[in-house]
């Protein structure tokens, strides 16, 4: 035994153990790692961008494949160009959603296992669609006045 009594033990862990003494290491050293941390990321600054935003677009792909089916299209009007393609709230609230937000929409919607009140848009289709008097994109009134065979032009002049 290393201790000669047990009391000396204790009083040996106490004073090593001691809280207070190991957050003032931590507070003594805090300033140098952020320092290190700052100078490494200086020089590192671009390749962290980079890095960063493959990520946000690998996310971005796989959530619009999982809504899109398989390869990223456009609900309404079939576009494919994924620069294009955005996410649409089903039900509105995207905005009051996106104020509760705290990390990347992909993610949360990763992280979330893909809820079922969204789907895939062009950014025309989407922001027609949110500043539309009756909610639709101009793609799926026509689709709807070609079901009524009703000519649009009628509705312009009207």
Known sequence: MPFA???????????????????????????????????????????????????????????????SGSLPRCACCDEERIEFLTINHLNGGGNAHRRTMTTNFYLWLIQNDFPKDFNVLCLNCNFAQGHSRDGLCPHERERELQSKRINPLILCNA
């Open 5 to 67: 009594s047990k009391e000396k033990q204790r009083a040996y862990n106490k004073n090593r153990y001691d809280p207070t003494r190991r957050s003032q290491y931590h507070i003594n050293a805090r300033g140098k790692d952020l320092a290190r941390s700052r100078a490494w990321y200086a020089g590192h600054a671009d390749d962290q961008r980079k890095q960063q935003r493959e990520l946000k677009s690998q996310r971005k792909f796989i959530v619009l494949s999982h809504y």
